[in-house]
């Protein structure tokens, strides 16, 4: 790898927040783990089978919630990730609504859409959610990922996603490259983010995933300096704000 090439991996490992390899955004602010095998612990709720049936057998929770993506996802900058990013934030908004939720959250600061696709879609089959969220393509940007590379790769994940029956959701970027770290990630970031989104919605729209669309509300946080210490990532209040439109957008998804 050249000098220029050494120095993106870095910058882009700082990008959004690696530990490596986040709408993860979660959007305390974002909050999740290090890893896809950690997640966010399993806030499963059960209940008792009504009387009469054969048992007292329990139900699953009516939600099982799958949130894939980057350090926006995973929650980078949080006080507390496991509460904090926007997946949990959500959840919460949505037990509140009256729903059962049992949440994983496998996203990792750092990562690329192709490594969602090799690290967290197995996730899928273990899982077995019935709602899913995703978000990516900072990281791809700032690594210098190719468009038509990134678009395979999101097609890839919303195959899957859509293939498991589950509600599927997709989140367009933040505009982490106005953050004041953000802007040294290369020239024409704001074009190539809006590219990048483009294929994102023009995949989605193409198999009938929702996208909750929160770029208006990117741009007044970024006016608006809602950045974390580090320089990159969305404060608690972000994350907050992301996680009341998207609960307002997908209104108590168990009933």
Not at 25 to 31: M, N, V
Not at 95 to 110: M, P, W, Y
Request: aromatic share 6%; proline share 5%; charged share 20%.
């Amino acid at each position: 790898m050249s000098a220029l090439g050494g120095a993106r991996r870095v910058m882009a490992q700082r990008i959004l927040g690696v530990s490596v390899v986040a709408l993860v955004a979660a959007l305390s602010a974002c909050g999740g783990s290090d890893s896809p095998s950690s997640g966010q612990p399993q806030h499963k709720t059960t209940r008792s089978a009504p009387s009469g049936t054969a048992g007292a057998e329990t139900v699953a929770a009516a939600i099982r919630y799958l949130a894939l993506g980057d350090s926006l996802t995973q929650g980078v900058g949080a006080p507390d990730e496991q509460t904090g990013a926007f997946p949990a934030l959500l959840s919460e908004r949505w037990r509140a609504d009256g729903c059962d939720v049992e949440l994983r959250n496998v996203g990792v600061s750092g990562y690329t859409a192709g490594q969602v696709v090799t690290d967290q879609l197995p996730a899928i089959e273990t899982f077995k959610p019935t709602l899913i969220t995703f978000q990516a393509g900072g990281n791809d940007i700032a690594t210098g990922v190719p468009i038509n590379e990134y678009r395979e790769n999101i097609a890839t994940v919303l195959d899957s996603a859509t293939a498991s029956g589950a509600r599927v959701i997709v989140l367009a970027q933040n505009e982490w490259f106005r953050s004041p770290e953000g802007q040294n990630y290369g020239s024409d970031l704001a074009a190539q983010r809006t590219a990048f989104d483009a294929a994102l919605i023009e995949e989605a729209t193409a198999r009938g995933v929702e996208l909750v669309d929160l770029r208006q509300h990117y741009q007044e946080q970024a006016d608006a300096g809602l950045w974390v210490d580090d320089g990159i990532h969305p404060t608690p209040e972000a994350c907050d704000a992301w996680s009341a439109e998207i609960a307002d957008a997908v209104p108590a998804p168990c009933k």
